[in-house]
């Protein structure tokens, strides 16, 4: 009995790795700006698996978010959280801290286009803790 339940508790754990798993970020192109010496743009996809999310984070960039499939949640550091569909947008300025950013499924995968405008050679994603 007590070999079950350890199973058990195994299988749970497993379920909840999985479930926790971060994005999948697909780098589209990056372009320099002539016109803006110093800056650069990035565009990448992000996929989250079913009740997949990121860590709190920011940008040191104008980021431009398009939802291509599934909903997400969102939410910037004193704002209000929002859960986007495909066809709608969402933007971090470079001095937001990105709270919530997970699929709002926890069945179906998400999909969302960023379009960044940053410092040239700058890291994308900053962790914050």
């Known amino acids: ?10 299988l749970c754990l497993m379920t909840g790795a ?5 994005p999948k970020v697909t780098q589209l192109m990056s372009k320099d700006l002539k ?4 800056k650069e ?14 860590p709190i984070h ?14 997400v949640v969102m939410e910037l550091n004193g704002g209000k959280q929002v859960t ?12 937001d801290v990105h709270t919530v950013g997970r699929n709002a499924s926890s069945t179906e995968p998400a ?9 040239k050679g700058a890291p994308i994603l900053t962790p914050v803790e």
């Not at 743009?41 to 992000?46: G, L, P, Q």
């Not at 920011?58 to 909903?71: K, N």
């Not at 999909?111 to 410092?119: G, N, W």
């Open 1 to 10: 009995m007590k070999d079950k339940i350890l199973i058990l508790i195994l």
């Open 18 to 22: 999985v479930m926790a798993q971060g």
């Open 35 to 38: 016109d803006i010496p110093g």
């Open 41 to 54: 743009v990035v565009m990448i996809t992000v996929e989250y698996a079913p009740g997949g999310s990121d």
């Open 58 to 71: 920011r940008h040191d960039a104008q980021a431009f978010v398009y939802v291509l499939e599934g909903s």
């Open 84 to 95: 986007l569909k495909p066809g709608q947008t969402f933007y971090e300025g470079p001095d």
């Open 111 to 119: 999909k969302f286009l960023v379009f960044f405008i940053k410092k």
